[in-house]
């Protein structure tokens, strides 16, 4: 009895130290702004109040995102790209449920200037707050 407590103990011990799994987009059905840039906002959620985590994202265009969140709320985390193209694929390295939130698509981005500290690529070049010093 004794035998079976310490090794079932055990086996406890090594599932709760596991590392999460990663959360993947959840609602990805072909979502596109076709050749004209767009704003995509994800939110991945039940994370457990984990500490900021990282989105890598990427369209048929050969764009790729890879950003931290835009907002952290106790087990739910934001985060937001600007690309063009259909939406291929999406991952956090958080635990939790990815899925997309909503997305715009905007076909004048030119001339448009980039925002310190928001996360997005608010100039469309596919670069997120290149312009801004740390």
Do not use: Y
Not at 34 to 57: D, E, K, M, R, S
Not at 70 to 82: A, I, P, R, Y
């Amino acid at each position: 009895m004794t035998r079976k407590f310490v090794m079932l103990f055990g086996l406890g011990l090594i599932l709760s130290s596991s590392p999460a799994m990663a959360a993947n987009i959840s609602n990805l059905s072909g979502q596109s702004c076709g050749g004209a840039f767009g704003t995509w906002h994800f939110v991945n959620n039940q994370t457990g109040g984990a500490p900021a985590g990282q989105l890598t994202a990427t369209w048929s265009t050969g764009e790729t995102c890879t950003t931290g969140p835009s907002k952290v709320l106790g087990s739910t985390q934001h985060f937001n790209c600007t690309a063009s193209g259909t939406l291929q694929t999406a991952s956090t390295n958080l635990p939790g449920k990815l899925v997309l939130s909503d997305f715009s698509c905007d076909a004048k981005c030119e001339g448009k200037v980039e925002v310190c500290g928001d996360k997005i690529d608010n100039d469309c070049d596919g670069k997120i707050d290149e312009d801004c010093k740390p």
